[in-house]
């Protein structure tokens, strides 16, 4: 009886928004927890009727230890019964958010969502089918009211996302569970679930509890909501990609909002503008920066990233301000050197000559070790800086001009010196001195890890 | 200092939604409570800066018996203090709620918004100043997003609508508290604010405590997304009245959308010009409406109130089923008869003559009760229904087409009627049995106390 209801019911969700096709190949994100142990079942048992190909797909996280691979046991077996092939992934999500610094939950959720891409591509499967129920939109629904993000909307999980589905969406927990006894189904639970410390737990644990007691149906209650918020913001960032155009100007690295047009604009469509051009800023920011017409001529704001917003006559000029940075930043030889504020990561290495097999220029220079004057460090350009050439030396400033470096960025390139001057101006020129020679015996490498070359960031 | 914060605070507020001007008169709710005693101190202290004039109101709800009599003792001797007019009013709110079918919140809301509105008209007023803050915003959006009303919106307290301004809403319970404390101003305590079984006293004592340990600004965050709903909202609104004109069609007491039109409209725009039209509707009833043009012509939504939805080549067809009534309902006599189903509500009294200062026909009419037989009803006509004229009898149906009745309204006219016929077709049309004559002595008088006259609706 439960059986019939919940699959009618999904099969009803699957209909409503068109979530399946008659021969679709899906790939179902299978992570043996009660809600996806749910979401197979249902596909296997609709798999006749809509002619579908079923692929499972799990990820193990690699960080419960033992327990992961139980899960990844009890998936592979569970498949197998089903007779439903399936692809497992094994990364290691805490290292991965470590280097990413992401959360846990942040960095598991991008790497599956990049395998699903991946796999359903690799595939050629039309669909991928996640195990989304209405409890999780209720969850996702708080969370993002809660979260204080500022301009970030309330949204819910939707049912259809591209070629992403969720068949489950109607579903509430207890109605999963209800199903996986009826239909004798066994499931791993994931102890993490249970720590209050992640805000979804306390929220599914805590929290939504107590508001069930005031309205028991707040799964479908927050479904509606979702629904309604969806395609109202939809339709709210369409209108103002419509009218975008005849308010801003791009300008190279500026952009420019007309104030006369940007004034008429209903208050909704100038925050969203405002969203549009610089989707990190918080509320107070873009309410800050949707006032400005209204200030005296020449006030600015200073934002985030050195970006600066002006009041002009005529227009809002928002551009990046450039500031010159006068710090020197101490290089350690053999050691990965990781400068945050200008997110630098380089490695300078001394080496034998023989030990370098290939030189390699993708981000590297190499410098006859005999020529360098320890210590290096990395500074910015200062009045009067010059390099060394082949026939002498040139004045930087000469330099960029002839190389058409745009004025605005000049002073954000990191200069690589020893104690006698500029050795490379990072990912632009590199000094005639220190040129690898016959006579070389040992090479400093410098190599760039990580470095965002404001010339190829437009 | 968290005087001057807090006054900073809501001055800024002030200024930020301008919610006073120099000047101006302005009414205080005030109930004795914590907040609205933060609120008229507060505007007592910026009194002299905006050169206001200040009245304070207060309702005495006669709920908590003595208590309710003690809050208003309090309240006199605090506005005495300040030297500040206060009206009193007492309304049983509890009848109020029974008589009206409301809860006693809502009863509550009710009547203290009517004599806002009366008392502000009445003393000049140019704003009435309420007392909510931040955390009753709180509160309000997480009741609004948890009732699930269906299509109603998400929605929290604004500073201001219309002329009732808010200048404690950026303010927290917290805040209120310690500027009473740092004030020495004591209050009164609603002891209904404990009851747990309300709703709002349910979220703020249970709920809100536990979301405040995810965020600990909730207050801030939400009061952020009130503005940004709000006047997306606004938008939204305004964007359907626009084009509401050029997809319906209002014909009598039929309303026809235009399904060409209707179709190339935004998902969100289509529910919102359906909600326009219908404002009662739930969500399911709007979104099948929303898909009835892709429905086979002839089908049809039966909704509440008679109403139906008929799917028509090119409209989509609103009317009122104008559902025959077989029913009939028998009267009492010297009693109110309220029949709900009919939403009629008359008496019909026999009565002396000479009991009779003045005829009033004005919803009333007089038979010579030696012509009535008794008992008396109402029914609504049906096939060979006719009335007597001086003359003789006429047919309903002809006598309807001469005094050009709609043939829509002509099976909603109750007719009064005794064992003999039709007495009256209620507000359009009496029998000529039963005149009243120079011989009269005893009269039956029917009164109509309450009745939608479906001829003069329109």
């Not at 339709?235 to 801003?248: A, F």
Request: contains cysteine; glycine residues 4%.
């Amino acid at each position: 009886m439960v059986k019939e209801n919940i699959l009618k019911k999904v099969e009803k969700t699957i209909e409503n928004y068109r979530l399946l096709e008659k021969d679709d190949k899906v790939l179902v994100g299978f992570s043996g927890g009660k809600d996806s142990v749910c979401l197979l079942y249902i596909l296997y048992l609709l798999k006749e009727k809509y002619n579908l190909s079923l692929i499972a797909f799990h990820l193990n996280h690699l960080i419960r230890g033992k327990e992961a691979y139980q899960d990844e046991v009890f998936c592979k077996e569970f498949c197998q019964k089903l007779n439903i092939p399936l692809i497992i992934k094994r990364r290691n999500v805490k290292k991965y958010a470590q280097k990413n610094k992401l959360s846990l939950e942040e960095a598991g959720h991008k790497l599956r969502y990049y395998y699903y891409e991946k796999i359903a591509q690799k595939e050629n499967c039309q669909k991928i089918a996640l195990a989304h129920t209405a409890s999780d939109n209720v969850e996702t629904i708080l969370l993002s009211l809660i979260s204080g993000k500022g301009l970030k909307r309330i949204s819910g999980i939707l049912p259809k996302n591209n070629n992403i589905v969720r068949p489950l969406i109607d579903l509430t927990a207890e109605e999963v569970l209800n199903f996986l006894k009826e239909n004798n189904l066994t499931y791993r639970e994931d102890s993490s679930n249970k720590d209050l410390k992640i805000p979804r737990n306390y929220l599914r644990n805590v929290v939504i509890p107590y508001l069930k007691k005031l309205n028991p149906k707040i799964e479908k209650t927050f479904r509606q909501i979702t629904e309604l918020l969806a395609w109202e913001n939809e339709y709210l960032e369409k209108e103002t990609k419509k009218i975008l155009n005849s308010v801003i100007k791009k300008e190279k690295k500026e952009i420019l909002i007309n104030k006369e047009n940007f004034k008429n604009l209903p208050l909704a469509i100038k925050r969203r503008v405002v969203k549009e051009i610089l989707p990190n800023l918080n509320f107070s920011q873009i309410e800050r920066i949707v006032k400005l017409p209204e200030k005296p001529i020449g006030k600015k704001i200073n934002l985030e990233n050195n970006l600066i917003v002006y009041n002009e006559y005529q227009n809002l000029r928002i551009f990046s301000s450039d500031k010159k940075i006068s710090k020197i930043f101490k290089i350690k030889l053999n050691k990965i050197n990781y400068f945050k504020e200008i997110n630098l990561k380089l490695t300078c290495q001394v080496i034998n000559i023989e030990k370098i097999k290939k030189f390699n220029y993708n981000n590297c220079e190499y410098f006859d070790k005999n020529d360098i004057h320890l210590p290096l460090f990395i500074r910015f350009r200062k009045e009067g800086d010059f390099i060394s050439i082949k026939n002498g030396k040139k004045k930087l400033k000469k330099l960029f001009i002839d190389m058409k470096i745009p004025q605005k960025i000049r002073d954000q390139l990191p200069l690589l010196c020893d104690r006698k001057g500029i050795l490379w101006i990072l990912g632009v020129y590199r000094a005639y001195r220190g040129f690898i020679k016959k006579k070389t015996k040992k090479v400093l490498k410098v190599k760039i890890l990580k470095w965002q070359n404001p010339i190829y960031q437009n």
